[in-house]
């Protein structure tokens, strides 16, 4: 998906964490330990599903000390260990002190030499590509750290030129609404620059910002709210989203740090982020999903079999789940794809389960791990929004029938 630059390239074609290294450039010492700070974790998935949402820590002095390796705990390595509990997999470069990550959050890009499209963990820094290892990066407090599957290989999909920013107040008050900015920031670097036509989600509502970047709302109830802010519909290839968290409050009622009523505890209060701005909508077409890329009864050949799976959804009310279900006969058997191992499984016929892809937004797209083998396909597109409305499998939108020979 990333193949951003030239630099990154180098540092995919040698599997290594180290650039400076990998393009010729005298090695650096380990980086020694800095100071403590306050910064944001979160972690996309290959088809920029949330995995980790924005989480605030505090990076420590203690090091983090895996697969026989060490690095401070002040560094990105720190910041990615406290931020995802602990779940994230790699292996350790005695030459090069610093860790290459293999997995995060149960998302394994393992390198493999040779492969037509490597996928790899890329580490990003303040909406900039980070050019260093993840213990050689000290940071900083205030820093915002991004782990998202990057692309190397003359079969990846085209990468992204835009990263989203959004900056929102960190705390909002119930009904009253809030100004939020979206700025474009280019993958190839340069200046930032304000992000128009872009959706904005996530507060039981979304708002769509203007020429400015800028984009209203308001919350319903309070409670914690995770932003969002996505390309629009048809925009490929879409700009990695922005994300952000807001917490939501009723006055001073001891939440969001606010401090609460004479003689009610803060551990008393109660919050709700599930309500919607206006009454669920539930008449006809409140929800509808449509594929794009694959046509409905198409004869693919081996060679240009559909490797992308990708759609749109419109709804009344915010998308909260993208499922699909891909289902393959041949020759009198029957597969279904498992979403968890990423391949075809053999399956009783007519059966097969939907595996979710993302947790809302008005479009997906999802890579298969290679080209499909020969048989007769069904691709089944299921979402659900906020108000409890699912998308009917409608045959040439939601339900696509197609042929690989």
């Not at 290839?237 to 952000?244: D, H, M, Q, S, T």
């Amino acid at each position: 998906m990333l193949d951003i630059s030239p630099r990154t390239r180098l540092t995919l074609a040698c599997a290594l964490v180290s650039l400076l290294a990998c393009s010729g450039v005298a090695l650096t010492p380990p980086a020694l330990a800095g100071t403590p700070a306050t910064v944001t974790v979160r972690v996309l998935g290959a088809n920029y599903e949330a995995l980790t949402t924005p989480t605030q820590v505090t990076t420590t002095s203690a090091p983090v000390a895996r697969y026989g390796g060490s690095c401070s705990g002040t560094s990105a390595a720190g910041a990615l260990e406290l931020g995802t509990k602990g779940n994230w997999e790699g292996t350790w470069s005695s030459k090069y002190s610093d860790y290459e990550v293999i997995s995060i959050d149960g998302k394994s890009f393992p390198f493999e030499e040779n492969a037509p499209a490597n996928y790899y963990w890329s580490f990003w820094r303040n909406n900039a590509f980070e050019e260093v290892g993840v213990c050689e990066a000290q940071l900083e407090s205030g820093d915002q750290i991004l782990f998202v599957p990057a692309c190397f290989g003359s079969s990846c999909p085209a990468p992204p030129t835009q990263v989203l920013g959004i900056e929102a107040p960190a705390t909002a008050e119930v009904g009253r609404p809030i100004t939020v900015t979206v700025r474009f920031h280019p993958t190839a670097g340069g200046e930032s620059h304000p992000a128009a036509g872009v959706n904005v989600g996530g507060a039981g509502s979304s708002a769509e910002t203007d020429l400015e970047g800028h984009a209203t709302l308001t919350f319903p109830g309070d409670g914690t709210y995770v932003l969002r802010a996505s390309g629009g519909i048809g925009e490929d290839p879409k700009p990695i989203p922005g994300e952000v968290v807001v917490c939501a409050h009723e006055g001073n009622d001891g939440t969001c740090g606010t401090p609460a009523p004479p003689g009610i505890s803060p551990l008393q209060t109660s919050s709700s982020s599930s309500v919607t701005l206006t009454p669920p909508y539930t008449g006809p077409y409140a929800l509808v999903a449509a594929a794009t890329g694959i046509q409905d009864g198409h004869v693919y050949s081996r060679q240009g079999a559909p490797r992308v799976l990708s759609g749109t959804v419109g709804a009344h009310a915010s998308v909260t789940s993208i499922s699909l279900r891909l289902r393959r006969t041949h020759r009198g058997r029957c597969w279904a794809y498992d979403g968890a191992r990423e391949r075809l499984q053999r399956v009783r016929c007519r059966q097969g389960s939907f595996f979710q892809i993302a947790s809302g937004g008005d479009s997906f797209s999802y890579l298969l791990p290679s080209r499909l083998p020969p048989g007769r396909y069904v691709l089944d597109i299921a979402a659900t929004d906020a108000a409890g409305n699912r998308a009917p499998l409608d045959r040439g939108s939601s339900r696509i029938v197609f042929y690989v020979k």
